[in-house]
């Protein structure tokens, strides 16, 4: 065999070797970054999804915790009433009348489960003592337990129970469906919005057992009957989806009325 032979040879199976160790080289890069293998691909893709949901699930915790951060205690939960809940037209609970916008003279906000039975469940004094109680803020605050009516009316309920009433006496107006009795302590609203009161009322009750809140055995009766002659309505689910954006949490037993 010849010298030049000889180096040929030599030439093509080095050649082939370099050949060879290229192509290794390139597929372990390629495995290396999962473009060589359906597998790795799927893997890739699928901790991809994860990272999204991840994220997804970081960014709704936190919009959740920014929304449930802005009501802390009754203070705040008066400006984000009527600058979100009830920014543009409304209706007061007991009386029905329609109003266009705040400020309206002579609306203010009334709270169903009254705070004086709140303040003698806890234990915490008087209403503005019990402003330094962590709980009983946040059942003064609650959203679902806030409604616009009218001041008069509001002043006049008080912490009465409620109740049906004989007779019909508009005290407030012929067209306010609202009667009082001092002497049973008691009030009676427009049939339109018994429901919605006692699904308020019972979701207070169970929102906050530590605080032992209580609705009587007869007044509990009475309101099962009005929740079940007056099922929630189009605009009490709008204000529960529009109560859960802003404060975080829905009332069951409008989404789900035979739970009651």
């Known amino acids: 065999m010849s010298f030049k032979h000889s180096a040929r040879r030599a030439l093509v199976i080095a050649g082939r070797a370099i ?16 473009l060589n293998d359906n597998s790795s691909k799927n893997s890739s893709n699928q901790n991809a999804d994860k990272n999204a949901n991840k994220s997804a699930e970081r960014d709704s915790d936190a919009e ?16 984000v009433f009527w600058r979100q ?16 916008a705040m ?11 009254p705070m004086g039975w709140a303040t003698n469940s806890i234990g915490c004094g ?20 806030l409604y616009p009516s009218r001041s008069d009316v509001n002043t006049a309920r008080l912490s009465f129970r409620f109740a049906n009433i004989a007779g019909e006496v508009r005290e407030f107006g012929a067209d306010c469906d609202f009667e009082v009795s001092k002497r049973q302590r008691a009030v009676e609203p427009r049939p339109d919005i018994r429901g919605d009161i006692a699904r308020t009322m019972f979701y207070m009750v169970d929102r906050y057992p530590q605080a032992k809140l209580e609705i009587f055995s007869k007044q509990q009766r009475l309101l099962k009957e009005w929740h079940r002659a007056d099922p929630p309505s189009a605009e009490e689910r709008a204000r529960n989806d529009a109560i859960e954006r802003i404060q975080g949490n829905r009332n069951p037993y409008v989404d789900a009325p035979n739970s009651l």
């Open 19 to 34: 050949v060879t160790l290229t192509v290794a080289v390139l597929l372990v890069y390629y495995s290396d970054y999962g």
């Open 64 to 79: 959740q915790s920014m929304s449930t951060s802005k009501i802390k205690n009754y203070a705040d939960a008066r400006k």
């Open 85 to 100: 809940l009830y920014r543009g037209s409304f209706t007061t609970l007991y009386c029905g009348q329609r109003f266009n």
């Open 103 to 113: 400020p309206a003279r002579g609306v203010n906000i009334e709270h169903v489960f």
């Open 126 to 145: 008087t209403r503005d003592q019990c402003r330094s109680n962590a709980l009983f803020n946040q059942i003064e605050s609650d959203l679902h337990n």
